[in-house]
């Protein structure tokens, strides 16, 4: 029987962040983090190399994309540095930013399908920039979502 001065017994104790580069990058869900830096900064890369026929259309992704990009790399930094632990909420303000990120992301990505099946009846050159970027965009977007729920459920 437990006595009264130890706190009850809890069935779950988060897990912390993994210290060290190699752990960190290794360890779900940290792992989508370089993948999502990475694929994002192709994604704002190819969008800036095209022929920017719709400003709107590509004014979105290019936002998303870069915002999302200088974002993650603050929460790399934090966990890096150690900066996440002043916070005891930290798992949830990282799981509401990527899943956040990821319907942004989700929707930057529809709209940049949509400008390649636009160009490719108008400049065949750009085209191939545009699917690359389209692709790069649902693959960032998939890294998201998966961050997001992984970082939920672990």
Do not use: C
Request: glycine share 4%; no cysteine; proline share 5%.
């Amino acid at each position: 029987m437990a006595s009264r001065d130890t706190p009850p017994a809890t069935s779950y104790a988060p897990p912390d962040v993994p210290s060290g580069v190699a752990a960190l990058f290794l360890t779900i869900p940290f792992a989508f983090i370089l993948p999502e830096l990475v694929f994002g900064f192709w994604v704002w890369t190819l969008v800036a190399a095209t022929n920017i026929t719709y400003p709107l259309l590509h004014g979105w992704v290019l936002y998303v994309s870069l915002t999302s990009f200088l974002i993650s790399l603050m929460f790399l930094m934090s966990y890096l540095f150690g900066f996440y632990k002043r916070f005891e909420s930290w798992r949830v303000l990282d799981s509401l930013y990527h899943g956040t990120t990821g319907i942004l992301y989700m929707s930057a990505a529809v709209l940049q399908a949509h400008a390649t099946i636009v160009s490719e009846k108008e400049d065949l050159g750009h085209y191939y920039i545009n699917v690359a970027a389209s692709f790069f965009a649902f693959l960032t977007t998939l890294l998201y979502i998966l961050h997001a729920f992984s970082i939920y459920y672990h």
